[in-house]
């Protein structure tokens, strides 16, 4: 079992920046991909970006690409999310998941934390 805390929501206003950070213990030794999804009032959630634990591979969704960040810090087993140039549309509660198989869902969640951003 992998858990998963983030942490670094708030409020910003729209142009502004927020770093989100994912801090995992158990057995991290068994992911295979980290990402960060959100889930807007009255939608449903929606992938964001990934990262490979072991490697530098990452994939953004369109709406995020140029504008956020994905790393990771092995030696700390914490994965961040950095978000530049911030949108009223990016408001939502951001998620930090786990992937421990290569193929398959991912299967550990956080409890999410909530990003406001005002016009």
């Known amino acids: 079992q992998v858990q998963l805390v983030e942490s670094g929501g708030g409020l910003v206003q729209a142009g502004g920046s927020l770093r989100l950070s994912c801090a995992a213990s158990?057995?991290?030794?068994?992911?295979?991909?980290l990402g960060w999804f959100r889930q807007a009032p009255g939608k449903e959630r929606e992938f964001v970006a990934t990262i490979r634990w072991s490697g530098d591979i990452t994939d953004y969704a369109d709406s995020v690409k140029g504008r956020f960040t994905i790393s990771r810090d092995n030696a700390k087993n914490t994965v961040y999310l950095q978000m530049n140039s911030l949108k009223p549309e990016d408001t939502a509660v951001y998620y930090c998941?786990?992937?421990?198989?290569?193929?398959?869902?991912?299967?550990?969640w956080g409890q999410g934390t909530q990003v406001t951003v005002s016009s």
């Open positions: 158990g057995r991290t030794f068994s992911i295979y991909k």
């Open positions: 998941a786990a992937r421990t198989s290569i193929f398959g869902n991912f299967n550990s």
